[in-house]
């Protein structure tokens, strides 16, 4: 055996030994990238809520709020109107409460609250069901006091028939739900405030909340959130309402400013008649037979002169006694400007300032009266020749 092989064979076994060495002190382990909310889930606050109820069996729609809504079946139909309302009518208020009265199930969440100078919200279900919300301060625990495993007086308790332990939900504590009249017959309180109510009205249920944040995606997983959502809606087909509601352009302006619209629109009534195209009464055709060259030559030189275009009739005329002229003398043609004057005052035997008035150069634009008598000693100087 040659140097060469053993030195080959030393150097595989020394990398056998390194590699051998490098597996025994690897270790394995799993890492979890988080690549945070999916465009759909950023898109959709509600998704999670969604997908929860569908997969427990119930027959979700998402819908916008509109009269399409309320035209569905009220029976055993719960409708979660969790979007912004603040540009709903009072008609859809009232088509809302007639649904719900006539055997549906309507969750919604108070979005304004009670002012007492006025005597109502402006949240047009909560006026119409008698209910109020109030702002109230928030309870905060000292960080003196101990902790303990129990959920903390900031938390909602919502007690169950039958039920050992209350849900827990972390409503916003802010807000306060009140009921004047006393029709509620359930409620989820924290320690210093309501955040659900639930009452009858006419054959259907009416459920009032303070914020449906804790069906958001980010929370609903948390407390007993998702099973709120499922106990509101258990054996029912469920509609969620979580887009705003929008109305037209047309239909804001409407609604805020009838009066510029009004105005705006006879503007622009009394612009088109102004400015519309009007149409006198038929005029007859001039007939054929009284259309004649003795009027269209006429025509045409009243409107060269009118144009300032003299000088195109007048010097057709001098150009015509020029001709006679050499028909006269024909050596006219070589002669001067005077010459030629005193040559045909002699020729036709007329004044010589008639004869220069006649041939005189013919200005761009004259008066009439200079052109009418240019023209007539021209007449007078041709007949003369």
């Known amino acids: 055996m040659n140097r060469r092989r053993v030195g080959f064979i030393l150097a595989l076994g020394l990398l056998a030994v390194l590699l051998a060495l490098m597996l025994s002190r690897l270790e394995r382990y799993e890492e979890v990238v988080d690549h945070g909310p ?45 979007g912004e309302r603040a540009d709903m009518t009072a008609a859809q208020s009232e088509r809302l409460l007639d ?21 109502r919200s402006g949240d047009l279900l909560l006026d119409g069901l008698g209910l109020q919300q109030h702002e ?27 039920q050992s332990a209350p849900a827990y939900l972390a409503f916003d504590v802010r807000f306060h739900l009140y009921d004047p009249n006393g029709r509620a017959h359930a409620w989820a309180n924290s320690a210093g405030a309501t955040h659900m109510l639930q009452l009858r009205h006419g054959e259907g249920l009416v459920t009032v909340l303070t914020d449906a944040w804790i069906w958001q995606n980010d929370r609903i997983g948390q407390y007993d959130h998702a099973w709120l959502l499922w106990y509101l809606t258990q054996d029912t087909q469920v509609t969620m309402v979580t887009e705003r509601s929008s109305a037209s352009l047309l239909a804001l302006l409407a609604r805020h400013y009838p009066l510029s619209l009004a105005v705006l629109g006879l503007i622009l009534i009394l612009a088109l008649w102004h400015f519309g195209w009007r149409e006198g009464p038929i005029r007859d055709s001039a007939q054929p037979a ?39 003398r024909p050596g ?24 220069r008035i006649a041939m005189r150069p013919a200005a761009g634009k004259s008066s009439p009266i200079e052109f009418t008598q240019q023209v007539a000693h021209l007449q007078s100087l041709r007949n003369a020749l």
């Not at 301060?137 to 903390?152: H, V």
């Not at 006219?332 to 004869?355: C, F, H, I, K, W």
């Open 99 to 119: 649904w719900t009265a006539r055997g549906g199930h309507l969750v919604f969440v108070a979005e304004q609250l009670w002012d007492e100078a006025s005597g």
């Open 38 to 82: 999916s465009p759909a889930a950023q898109a959709d606050p509600y998704l999670a809520a969604d997908r929860f109820l569908a997969e427990s069996g119930l027959a979700v729609e998402r819908a916008r709020l509109s009269d399409a809504v309320v035209r569905q079946s009220p029976a055993n139909h719960t409708l979660l109107l969790l």
């Open 136 to 162: 109230v301060e928030t309870r905060r625990t000292s960080e003196a006091e101990p902790r303990s495993s129990e959920p903390g007086p900031e938390l909602t308790r919502l007690y169950i028939e039958e």
């Open 332 to 355: 006219y043609g070589q002669l001067s400007m005077d010459e030629r004057l005193t040559l045909l005052a002699e020729l036709s035997g007329l004044p010589s300032d008639n004869v």
């Open 290 to 328: 009284r259309r004649s060259l003795t009027e269209h030559l006429r025509a045409t030189a009243a409107f060269l002169l009118r144009n300032g275009a003299s000088a195109e009739l007048i010097q057709p005329l001098q150009a015509d006694i020029d001709r006679r002229a050499i028909r006269r």
